[in-house]
């Protein structure tokens, strides 16, 4: 059985005010996952402008 079908099972199987908490919980963390994902780009922008903007890089780079 898949996590998405256990999930699904285990659901069932709660009261409607804890299926509502559990609900809440999954929204929030797909919520937290998009921003991870989001602050990841952001992160390695920044490490990966260390290379890009030095003298080095730029003068490998001028002819393009």
Known sequence: ?????????????????LRTEALHYLEYLASRASDEEFNGMLWSYSVLAEDWLSPEDEEAWKDL
């Open 1 to 17: 059985m898949s996590e998405v079908e256990r999930i699904t099972e285990v659901s069932k199987t709660l009261p409607p005010p």
